[in-house]
Structures are given as C-alpha cells and as structure tokens.
C-alpha cells in the first residue's frame, strides 16, 4: 500500500477530524513532505482535504468519493481484494479478469465510476454515466452447479434489498429474475455470469455484477431509458446523503452472508412484484402470456399458460401485462 493510500485510509476513518502532518508521518513511519506530497495528490484527484498553519490536515465531513480505502472500514471480509477504477468498460470483465489470473478470490470486487461498456442480460448494454450510480462486480466461489446460477443472483437481489432498506430507508420491488424496482421504475440490474468446470458442470468461481443508479442524470440520458430507468434519490443533492462507500460494502457483506448458505430467501420472494399477475414473456424470439403463480425454492418462475398447463421458468424476460 503506498504513503498515499495508506493516507487516505486514515482520513476516512476519521473523516472530519483533524490529524497533525508529523503525527500521521509518525503513524505511517514517512516523512512530512511525503504527506504534504500525497495530500497534493489526493487534493488534484478531487478530494476536499483542509490544512491551516498549526492545524493539520482533516478530510471534509461530506466527502462521498468512492475509494477502495474509503468501502474498506465497511467490510466484513477484510482480506478481499478492493479493485477501484475511475472507468472501465466492464466490471465484470474486469472482476473476471482478475480471478482468472488469480489475482481474486472470494468476496473480492472491482468497483468503477463508470462504464464505457456495461452490460445487462441477453447483451444489453446498461447506461453506467460517471458519480450518478455504482458499479461493482463480486467475485463468489460458491459450492454447486451451473443450475445454482439463478439463486446467487436472487441471493444479489435480496443483498441490495437489505442493503438500501437499512442505509436509504428505501424498500425496493423485487421483478424476477434480476432486477429491482423503486416508485414504478428499474433502479438497479443484476447480471450474474458463472465459469464452470466443463467435465463436473460445477461452478469454479462466478463474477456477480451490480449495477445501482443513485439519481437520474438527465445530461446525455437515453431517451429510450426515459419512462424505464429512475434512480433510488430525486436529486444528486439527496444522494449525497447516503455514504457511497459505505453502501457498496454493505451490499457486498449481505451478499457473501446470503451465499454461505445457499438458498432462496424470504425477502425476495415476499417482496417480488411478479407472482400474481398475468405476464408477458420473452423467451428468445418468442414473446407469450401466461399467469405467474410462484417463485420455486430454486429460484425458477411457476407459470400456468395460456392452454392451462403449467410450466417453470429459468431464464427469459418477463413483465406485468397491462
């Protein structure tokens, strides 16, 4: 870690605070211009850090800038691997690419500020514009097969779920499979992708990505997104009362706990706004109606067609008929 980093980190746990350059030199084991160079750095990056003659140095209060030292103190798991960038094209991509070459295990992330290549199911790209949302994707090596699939991204939906309920006081819709809904609109998406052992078909590791559109930011927004996509806050303004940092490692935490054991949770299904309604299915080429009855303990979709039969669900688009 360097001088730098290790600053930051000490800045975001005492946020507000002032702290002397000699007693963080001394901390650190570096010496004060070292400090005064990478507080200059910080500062150019875009941090707010305050200084006066005889004072020190203190990180303002309502500094929300995503940082792997700032969603570190939040962590359950203290040995992942944080991965920060300002952009990537995918973090999923990237998060792949990192447990591939070994470089992530188990409940490491890569998080970005935004995505020049976002991607949601069946290759949708997802609109991933800088500040206005999060993007992270987690690294899981959970015990099971392919099939289990469909139940790390019902356990990522129930994670977010919890996550924004106990730091926004925000209570999402849950719409199966993969998506999650506040006041009539998608705030959030889920892609889960799933790298196999080809003679056994278990899951050697699989990347959860996690897309969370914080507020709407009307420069450049899709006018195809326009009545689809909202965000979790009316404004930046009231975003910024939510520690970003902080809610990444919170959905991240409830993520790992929800996988340890796992299994469809209550949340999801209790909050999911799909069964008991007539729905319109895109499976493929292929678009038809039939009845939602249920959720499977799998996390597939019970449906009763169109002819009265009755039919479970793994993957497809599904939406309320109007």
Sequence with gaps: MTV???????????????????????????TRAAVWKAVKSLREEGY???????RGYTLARDTNRISAEGIRPYLDNQKAVVQVYNEVGSTNQAAKKMAIGGLAGHGSFVVARSQSEGRGRRGRKFYSPADSGLYFSVVLEPKGTLKDNLLLTTAAATAVYRAVSRLCGISLDIKWVNDLFYRGKKVCGILTEA?????????????????????RNSENFPEELEEIAGGLFASEKEAETVDRNQLIASVVN?????????????EYVENNIIPGHTITIEDGTRTRRAFAMSICPDGRLLV?????KESVLSFGEVSISI
């Design 195 to 215: 790298v196999t052992d080809f003679e056994s078909g278990e899951i050697e590791f699989a990347v959860v990505g996690i897309g969370m559109n914080l507020y």
């Design 48 to 54: 707010r850090i305050e200084a006066g003659p005889n």
């Design 4 to 30: 730098k980093s290790k600053i930051l980190e000490l800045f975001e746990q005492h946020k507000g605070e002032v702290i002397s350059g000699e007693a963080i030199a001394g901390q650190l084991g570096c």
């Design 254 to 266: 409830e993520l790992l706990a929800e996988t340890e054991d796992l299994k469809l949770s209550s």
């Design 304 to 308: 009763k067609e169109t002819n009265g």
